[in-house]
């Protein structure tokens, strides 16, 4: 039978005091959390907290990978200046380079389009619909069936809730498919570019500081959201008016000092907190390494492609900046890993639960049959991943991605609309074509052919090679050739694809549309695999969650779903740490530590005009009464995770003290295994943000838009 729990409140509101720091609580938790919140020293009333429609909650936004928040009632927004990095690098060129020098629009006017695949999700309604998704289903089924019958479920309930165009709903699983919730929000399509700081502000010590403390660097940036003049969503048009945001945060420059409270809100990407030790092990010796000398030699590669050419540099400055960031996350768990062995911790947890799973229920021959089955099912898993990664590795292309994408796209619109692949729906044609469309800024021929043809040749030193895919790749030479044999590198006639039926690309002389067609029964047989491990996944780790949550309950420990992305809310105190033994960190750095820190040669060149407002110490309003500086960065105990970026950090009152932006290196391991002792988050404080716009950019339009309370 599939058994499944839905948490009640008596499991959330067991003490949590050891555990005050660690949680990533969905909203609709809060009210069962009101001692630790009251605790920690938040004075807003936890029913508040949990109401999506009240202030701060209705401020808090996501911009599709990072989170953020309006600021202004005309839709000012807030978030990191590596969140709007793409918006920035799509504007920028070799001769107008906002990436190096920054950009300020002293005018409504003046703001530019931050891209058309950006967007603005605004969360107003979370709905429990586990039972429309998951009755009925059972072990008889195998486990695509299982798969497909959860996904027709799931884009019938999105149907449903999307008949208002306005809004973007979607459906995904917590505890591991234990539970799912309907999440609606209005999704913003115009949106754009107000005000970023230089590179050199807003990306000062570059992937060196990446992860690091102490750390230096202002990363915010404002971007606007538009609507049309009816106040509903509309495509980017000129005669667009900018959102009137229902609330916004009141920012707060009175400043912070060690042991403040803090609370956090955003949506945090993914965690793994409630994997199995050989789920750990598998990251740790063989999918994080390959991913990581994935990400090295790709980044060389572009290097070494786009080195002497400054346009070429520009067009891929995200590209290398998004690879290295997710290197050096990656790399930092491998380091986490070693450092702290999670696995063996995680074995003697996982030992406890098992023998308490078989002598506590009532049916010890079950409890070990389910275990048997979790363990099975979870080596397909990983097994499946590496041939899923080795075709990545022999694809590394974005014009065969893009090839791939039309094509499939091509067979789904042979079905009915609910019939079709999530991803290929007619809700889901703006965002192809906007990734289509935003090769414009981000390809280069020449790079691209570098890609493949390295991909390839890295691709015959994996170990593990899906079936059937060795046979028809093509060589080191034909690889270079499809470059001259392709007409997808005009955005015009790439875009014309959208439009085609399955014949006309059975017909076509097109090299990389031909690559596609050819490729695609191997990529539909791992997506099928795929299909039958996830619905087997469906079935089996419901059950084990289930008894985790029992398990833990009888112990009195805090009950939360690793991060999906979801609307979540997270609380602490600013304070220092110990990274190891005889070292301790503060928790504020000052603008004193970027003259320590500037050297005059990337990443470490401040702009002149900053070091000159420094040296003559035009401190102002923002000066720190303790530190007798400006504070740059803080540090503090909230549970953070990719995701997290651009998330507002808030006072006791729910003011806008400052935005996350990253955590410690030795924080990093956290997505699996919360450490107290050493799990820091680290924010940039918004007594630097106000001053470099005050002092350096000269940013007055945007200050006098926001409502900021000054220190007394």
Known sequence: MFKRLVLSTAILGLSV??????????????????????????????????????????????????????????????TNHHCAYDAIQRNSSAKKNYINDGFLAKSRAEELPAGASVRVYITDKVENVTAEVTTGLSDKMSGRERREMIQSRIKKIIADCEQDKAYRCSVPSFHRGLEYYRIRQMMIRDVRLVYAPADMIGNYGGDIDNFEWPRHTGDFSFLRAYVGKDGRPADPSPDNVPYKSKDFLVVSAEGLKNGDPILLAGYPG??????????????????????????????????????????????????????????????????????????AIKDAQDAEFRNWLISSG????????????????????????????????????????????????????????????????ERDIAFIKGRLTRLEQSFVTKVDRARLTAGLTRYVKLAVHPSGLDALLPSIDAATALYDKTQLTDTAKRLAWMDKDKAA????????????????????????????????????????????????????????????????????????????????????????????????????IAPA?????????????????????????????????????????????GELIGLNFDSTYESITKDWYFDTAITKAIHVDIRYMLWIMKEVDHADNVLKEMTIKYPK
């Open 17 to 78: 005091q050891a555990y005050a720091d660690e949680g990533q609580w969905q909203p609709y938790q809060l009210p069962q959390l009101k001692a630790e919140l009251k605790k920690v020293g938040i004075t807003i009333p936890a029913e508040k907290l949990a109401d999506l429609s009240k202030h701060p909650m209705s401020a808090i936004v996501s911009t599709g990978g990072c989170s953020a928040s309006f600021v202004s009632p005309d839709g000012l927004i807030v």
């Open 270 to 343: 993914r965690t793994s907190r409630y994997k199995l030790p050989s789920e750990i092990r598998f990251a740790r010796d063989t999918d994080y390494p390959l991913r990581a000398a994935e990400m090295l030699a790709d980044i060389a590669t572009i290097e070494a492609a786009t080195k002497g050419n400054a346009d070429d540099e520009v067009r891929y400055a995200s590209v290398v900046k998004g690879i290295n960031n997710r290197l050096k996350k990656t790399q930092g768990l491998i380091d986490g890993f070693a450092r702290k062995d999670i696995a």
């Open 362 to 425: 009532k049916n010890s021959a079950e409890a070990k049959s389910l275990l048997a089955k979790l363990d099975a099912v979870i080596a397909e898993d990983m097994a499946l991943s590496q041939e899923e990664l080795a075709y990545a590795v022999a694809t590394n292309s974005d014009l065969f991605a893009s090839a791939r994408s039309l094509y499939r796209l091509a067979l789904e619109k042979e079905k009915p609309n609910a019939q079709r692949e999530g991803g290929y729906q």
């Open 505 to 604: 690309f059975a017909q076509s002389d097109d090299a990389f549309i031909q690559l596609a067609v050819k490729l695609h029964d191997v990529g539909m047989s791992l997506e099928n695999r795929r299909k039958e491990v996830d619905g087997n996944l469906d079935f089996i780790i419901p059950q084990y969650m289930q008894a985790v949550i029992n398990w833990k309950k009888s112990q009195g420990k805090p009950v939360y779903p690793d991060a999906n992305s979801t609307l979540r809310v997270t609380f602490g105190n600013v304070g220092s740490y110990s990274p190891r033994d005889g070292v301790t960190k503060g928790p504020f750095t000052t603008v004193e530590g970027i003259v320590e820190k500037h050297t005059g040669k990337d990443p470490f």
């Open 609 to 653: 005009p900053l070091l000159q407002a420094i040296k003559e110490k035009r401190y102002g309003v923002f000066k720190d009464k303790v530190l007798g500086t400006v504070p740059v960065d803080f540090l503090s105990s909230a549970d953070t995770t990719g995701g997290n970026s651009g998330s507002a950090v808030m006072n006791k009152r």
